[in-house]
């Protein structure tokens, strides 16, 4: 079964191109990565797959149903999570659940056991507006498990996030993956979509480059790898990792200069500098 | 209606933690009690701070916190999120609208019940107040509508409150200012106020109220149309 699935989706705001011929398809219980710097089009492409915008042209399924076309209750059953989406800062954790649960007859137990999922149980009656960055994020994604939805769209989840905040999420995410929940999540954090996806797709000026698991991508795209050798008196040489290169590495090591050596895998990051030219995190 | 009973759910908690919002409510109806029991002048006519207020109050309070709900919700995106969740934009319009206009009631509840109206004098004044509540009620709709952002409705919310809510006492002391205001709703329903003290209702006035709110529902929907609730 096909969760999500984009055919030629392109979006221009005016006579701004977002959005060039975007196509992918993603099976049930993935978790797919979309990739790509700020200003890429990622919000946008969500937007479009959730059906809160008209594509240009093309046309965007959820569960093979049109995206404009979802019905209410076929909306219950995927989850949002968006910036743009705000929680109600004066009530508390608890509130802000319960109107979304009043919205769709979900009882209270539900609420409960979704504050618990993202470890925000102790702080059901604080008001929203008093939560750190972190527990704002994690309240924002317990409205998107809040209707135990099968398909969740997370744009960002981890932005402006600490290091052990992100990591807190990253374990909510794989944990909602167990459940057999298919995932489509943006970020610009290339180690968190090598962590996290199944499959990723570079997004650059809204076109996707590639797309394919994060370890194949870096396989695929190997002219990046490279051997660096420390030497003795404090140095660093860098040599492509081709055959060519034995030689004068044996050379080195036979002379007794190398104190260390490691080889440089290409990372999602040098993936993306090969293919565009530019850095991801700009 | 689930939506636009969670949405009034919503709103209730909210009241007394929304100061904006808490004290458009309560403002004249305590200022009405105060003044009724603090100030005594023989020659006042009976009621006078009572239906004073009360006009301020309904042309003030129902246009101010709808306008400070509604941009508050556009704003920081809650709106966004409670459309996402299948909320259609008139349940919550009428989720807010009937939040205000509770609100605005138990308000002029208040404002009778600590003055000494009979039952039926009462009764017309809760009458003309739950009528005159929604016209304000649209005007704040329209300025939250039209809108970008709080800042944006807060600076056009004040001179249209100040407006409606002062016309009527502006009116008291200025003949042509009165010429005019004769035409609008708050001065019109002052009229009906001091008529429900005699225990009657003018067909003029009602005529001119009908064709207020026939014009600011106009407005609302073309409002409404052009910009739609995000
Ligand atoms: N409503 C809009 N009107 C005009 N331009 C927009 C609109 N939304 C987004 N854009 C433009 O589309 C581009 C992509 O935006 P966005 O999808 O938010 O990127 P990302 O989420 O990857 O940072 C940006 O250049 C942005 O300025
Ligand atoms: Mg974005």
């Known amino acids: 079964m096909i969760a999500v699935s984009a055919e030629h989706i392109e979006k221009a705001f005016c006579a701004h191109t977002v959005l060039r011929d975007v196509s992918f398809s993603i099976p049930q219980g993935e978790i797919f990565g979309l990739l790509g710097p700020s200003g890429s089009g990622k919000t946008t492409l969500i937007k479009i797959l959730t059906g809160q915008l008209a594509p240009t042209s093309g046309s965007a399924a959820l569960f093979a149903t049109r995206s404009e076309a979802l019905t209410i209750s076929q909306r219950r059953g995927v989850g949002i999570m968006m910036d743009e989406f705000g929680v109600y800062e004066r009530l508390s954790c608890f509130d802000n659940l319960k109107v979304f649960a009043a919205l769709h007859g979900i009882d209270r137990s539900a609420i409960q056991k979704t504050l618990e999922?993202?470890?925000?149980?102790?702080?059901?009656?604080?008001?929203?507006?008093?939560?750190?960055?972190?527990?704002?994020?994690?309240?924002?994604?317990?409205?998107?498990?809040?209707?135990?939805?099968?398909?969740?769209?997370?744009?960002?989840?981890?932005?402006?996030?600490?290091?052990?905040?992100?990591?807190?999420?990253?374990?909510?995410?794989?944990?909602?993956?167990?459940?057999?929940?298919t995932v489509f999540l943006t970020t610009h954090d290339m180690t968190e979509a090598e962590k996290l996806?199944?499959?990723?797709?570079?997004?650059?000026?809204?076109?996707?480059?590639?797309?394919?698991?994060?370890?194949?991508?870096?396989?695929?795209?190997?002219?990046?790898?490279?051997?660096t050798l420390r030497l003795s008196d404090g140095t660093e040489l860098s040599f492509p990792a081709d055959p060519a290169s034995a030689p004068a590495i044996c050379a080195l090591i036979e002379q007794g200069r190398m104190e260390t050596i490691h080889s440089s895998e290409p990372n999602l990051e040098s993936v993306f500098m090969t293919l565009t030219g530019n850095k991801l995190n700009v | 209606?689930?939506?636009?009973?969670?949405?009034?759910?919503?709103?209730?908690?909210?009241?007394?933690?929304?100061?904006?919002?808490?004290?458009?409510?309560?403002?004249?109806?305590?200022?009405?009690?105060?003044?009724?029991?603090?100030?005594?002048?023989?020659?006042?006519?009976?009621?006078?701070?009572?239906?004073?207020?009360?006009?301020?109050?309904?042309?003030?309070?129902?246009?101010?916190?709808?306008?400070?709900?509604?941009?508050?919700?556009?704003?920081?995106?809650?709106?966004?999120?409670?459309?996402?969740?299948?909320?259609?934009?008139?349940?919550?319009?009428?989720?807010?609208?009937?939040?205000?206009?509770?609100?605005?009631?138990?308000?002029?509840?208040?404002?009778?019940?600590?003055?000494?109206?009979?039952?039926?004098?009462?009764?017309?004044?809760?009458?003309?107040?739950?009528?005159?509540?929604?016209?304000?009620?649209?005007?704040g709709a329209c300025v939250g509508i039209a809108s970008r952002s709080q800042m944006a409705a807060t600076s056009l919310s004040v001179p249209l409150m100040l407006l409606t809510s002062f016309l009527p006492m502006l009116a008291m002391f200025?003949?042509?200012?009165?010429?005019?205001?004769?035409?609008?709703?708050?001065?019109?329903?002052?009229?009906?106020?001091?008529?429900?003290?005699?225990?009657?209702?003018?067909?003029?006035?009602?005529?001119?109220?009908?064709?207020?709110?026939?014009?600011?529902?106009?407005?609302?929907?073309?409002?409404?149309?052009?910009?739609?609730?995000?």
């Open chain 1, 197 to 227: 996806c199944d499959r990723i797709a570079l997004l650059d000026e809204g076109r996707i480059l590639v797309s394919g698991p994060p370890a194949e991508l870096c396989r695929r795209y190997n002219r990046l790898r490279q051997i």
């Open chain 2, 174 to 230: 200025n003949a042509s200012v009165e010429a005019v205001a004769r035409y609008t709703y708050p001065q019109q329903l002052k009229v009906l106020l001091v008529d429900a003290e005699r225990g009657m209702i003018g067909a003029g006035s009602c005529l001119i109220l009908l064709g207020n709110g026939l014009f600011l529902l106009v407005l609302f929907m073309i409002l409404y149309k052009k910009n739609g609730l995000e």
């Open chain 2, 1 to 139: 209606m689930r939506s636009v009973v969670a949405v009034l759910e919503k709103q209730i908690k909210d009241t007394w933690k929304n100061k904006t919002v808490l004290i458009q409510f309560l403002m004249f109806p305590f200022m009405t009690i105060l003044m009724n029991h603090t100030v005594r002048i023989e020659t006042m006519p009976k009621h006078f701070f009572t239906e004073l207020f009360a006009v301020m109050y309904l042309g003030m309070a129902p246009l101010v916190s709808a306008t400070s709900i509604l941009s508050e919700e556009k704003e920081r995106g809650t709106l966004r999120a409670l459309l996402m969740a299948g909320v259609k934009p008139g349940e919550y319009l009428l989720g807010v609208g009937l939040y205000v206009w509770t609100g605005c009631m138990i308000g002029s509840l208040l404002m009778v019940f600590f003055d000494d109206y009979t039952a039926k004098q009462a009764s017309l004044f809760l009458l003309v107040a739950a009528l005159g509540i929604p016209f304000s009620l649209v005007i």
């Open chain 1, 117 to 181: 999922a993202v470890g925000l149980s102790d702080c059901a009656k604080i008001p929203a507006g008093k939560l750190s960055k972190g527990m704002k994020s994690r309240l924002r994604l317990a409205r998107a498990f809040l209707t135990s939805p099968q398909l969740i769209f997370l744009d960002e989840p981890t932005s402006g996030l600490d290091p052990a905040a992100a990591e807190e999420i990253h374990a909510m995410i794989a944990a909602q993956k167990k459940r057999g929940v």
